[in-house]
Nanobody, 120 residues
């Protein structure tokens, strides 16, 4: 029920938009989106906490990316607007059902990732 699968990645030009989707088996206490570029640490981008009642955005994407959820479809979304070359990375959906772990960003369920490439 914690299995995750991302989709929607692709290649776009600077200023373009993409919407990523993450299908999940069951809703978790915290869930959201991360990304990782080669040689860099994984970065939390847009995260729901407390069953979606709280939201946290990374400064690098705040104002450009929006996390949302369709509970009926069991799908998490990441709308990405005004994309920049530095947004190029593998994007992951992640979830954690234990609040204690969520508060420490110890996410234990991960999707396989979907590649986003932004060209100049």
């Amino acid at each position: 029920q914690l299995q995750l699968e991302e989709s929607g990645g692709g290649s776009v030009e600077t200023g373009g938009s993409l919407r990523l989707s993450c299908a999940y088996g069951a809703r978790s206490f915290c869930q959201g989106w991360f990304r990782q570029a080669p040689g860099k640490a994984r970065e939390g981008l847009a995260l729901f906490y407390n069953n979606g009642r709280s939201t946290d955005y990374a400064a690098s994407v705040r104002g450009r990316f929006t996390i949302s959820e369709d509970i009926a479809k069991k799908t998490l979304y990441l709308q990405m607007n005004n994309l920049k070359p530095e947004d190029t990375a593998m994007y992951y959906c992640a979830a954690e059902e234990v609040g204690y772990n969520c508060r420490r960003r110890r996410y234990n369920s991960w999707g396989q990732g979907t590649q986003v490439t932004v060209s100049s």
